[in-house]
């Protein structure tokens, strides 16, 4: 699981979408804020890059994860540069994971408010990266 994570952060965080198609199953079924869905992989490929375009610069940094089985969560935050304004953007959020086959097969994923960040711990240096023990 921990090879998958590192090729999903550098599809995020590297802009190495020719990744993706190692990272997601056939058909990605996704519980978000556009309600329940099931996208093909190409279709959610495409769905990551259009976030690049619209946020330029656009990081995915993790506080905390953990793995177990063929779940995996991570408690992130969004960081990016608005295009227009030249501010920086925030939104932090929660995210689970079901990996079948070595893919990413489910996500249920929360966020909060835009603006937000985790004020309680830092970020690790990368998503797999040992998380902190409290």
Known sequence: MIDLFNRW??????????????????????HDPKG?????RDAYA???VKI???????RVVVYDHSFLGDRA???????WTDAKT?????????????????????TWISYLPSGTVWTDAAAQP?????????
């Open 9 to 30: 952060e550098q599809v995020w965080n590297d802009g190495k979408f020719d990744l993706a198609p190692s990272c997601i199953a056939d058909f990605y079924i996704r």
């Open 36 to 40: 329940d869905r099931t996208v093909s």
């Open 46 to 48: 495409a769905e990551v």
């Open 52 to 58: 690049h375009e619209d946020r330029p610069g656009i």
């Open 73 to 79: 969560w991570f408690r992130f935050a969004f960081k």
């Open 86 to 106: 030249g501010k920086a953007q925030t939104q932090a959020g929660i995210q689970v994971y079901r990996i079948a086959d070595g893919k990413l097969a489910e």
């Open 126 to 134: 990368h998503w797999t990266s040992p998380p902190p023990i409290k």
